[in-house]
């Protein structure tokens, strides 16, 4: 028998401007160890009430896709903001769970991954072949989540999920699975992470070296989730130290060199023309930005608009947004962020009534109009 022990745990809280806010951290498989999404849904809409925003706090290699759906839609529905927070690694179904936030944040150290999901199944060829079609079904949901907070077109999400592709915070925020990044925290494993995450077949060796060696936190019983360590002093910030005016022949060098060994020189002259070769800290943020860029419209197929946006000196989410804009413009399916997944089971439906109502009242017209001689 599967002994019962809890992978979340849920508290009401106030923060520091005195509103109400639940927290939740899920650390360990989600919907396993015999409590469901219909549990922790029950328990949600409890501590919830009256809260002003949820705080979900994710660290989990994964686990039951149709109760991570389930979660994710509660999460959507609710009518305050919700914020979902990555403290060490997202995989698989915990990555579903994470799109729900309104704002995802990620430590610099944190990772998320996410690949096509699979299942041990029996039977005959019509149960497999039933089977099959399900799970494609669901991907289809999958793949709706992600390019709901994304933008990124289908083909895209499924040659990530045919990948089983792993992002630092920095690549997850360049193709918008991550809104904000911290700086690094401790790491942390659930129960069971470090035999879990082994087996996914593209895990990254230092994350791997990482969970082996973190602290287990325990979360088998209910109540205050452990108390973090104390961070250590902040230091005082450095003076600024009295910076020379280089040269814009000096300037330009630099901006020339330093784009061919980051491989961005087809960005060199948009980052003259947009710096105005101000200074050398100016440059090279700069450089910074543009190689995000470059990433999101990588990531968008739209490689081309690259340095056009860099030399007119957008910042990374104005580009993203134009990006965004321009992907639905062509698609003819509407994004909404704020409704939860359609219903997998969802029939297409027919030719819309206003469509049909327009139309005979276009005939009506004709078969009534005068002729002419």
């Known amino acids: 028998m599967t002994k019962k022990r809890q992978w979340y745990s849920m508290r009401a809280l ?35 009430a009256g809260a002003a925003e949820i705080v979900v706090a994710v660290n989990s290699p994964g686990g039951d896709v149709f109760d991570a759906f389930a979660i994710y839609n509660a999460l959507r529905r609710y009518a305050g903001k919700v914020t979902t927070r990555v403290d060490g690694v997202a995989a698989s179904a915990a990555s ?91 790491f942390s494993a659930s129960v069971r992470t470090a035999e879990l995450v082994a087996k996914f077949k593209s895990t990254p060796t230092d994350l791997q070296a990482s969970i082996d060696s973190a602290e287990v936190p325990d979360v088998s019983v209910a109540g205050d989730p452990p108390v973090p360590e104390p961070k250590d002093p902040v230091p005082p910030p450095p003076k600024e130290p009295v910076m020379q005016q280089e040269a814009p022949g000096v300037l330009a060098a630099h901006v020339f060199s330093a784009c061919r060994e980051a491989g961005l020189l087809s960005f060199a002259e948009g980052i003259v023309a947009s710096t105005g070769l101000r200074d050398r800290v100016t440059i090279d943020a700069a450089m910074v930005t543009a190689r995000e860029i470059s990433s999101v419209c990588a990531a968008a197929k739209l490689p081309e608009l690259a340095a056009e946006f860099v030399a007119t000196g957008l910042t990374t ?8 804009d321009r992907v639905t413009n062509k698609s003819t399916t509407a994004l909404n962020n704020r409704q939860p997944v359609v219903d997998l089971q969802q029939q297409a439906s027919g030719p819309h009534r206003t469509s049909i109502y327009a139309a005979r009242k276009a005939g009506a017209k004709q078969s009534t109009a005068p002729e002419r001689s």
């Open 96 to 186: 579903l769970v994470v799109m729900a936030g309104d704002q995802i944040v990620m430590p610099e150290n944190a990772m998320m991954m996410i690949h096509n999901m699979w299942t041990v199944t029996a039977g005959t060829a019509d149960e497999l072949r039933t089977t099959a079609d399900l799970m494609d079904k669901t991907r289809d949901g999958v793949v709706a989540a992600y390019r709901n907070k994304t933008g990124l077109d289908d083909q895209a999400i499924i040659d990530m999920l045919d990948a089983e592709t792993w992002m630092t915070a920095l690549e997850a925020q360049a193709l918008g699975f991550a809104d904000v990044i911290e700086q690094p925290v401790k």
């Open 317 to 324: 989410e104005q580009v993203r947004a134009r990006l965004f």
């Open 14 to 48: 106030t923060n520091a401007a005195g509103a109400a806010v639940a927290e939740i951290r899920i650390y360990d498989e989600i919907g396993f160890w015999g409590t469901t999404a219909q549990g922790f849904i029950a328990e949600l809409e409890a501590v919830a």
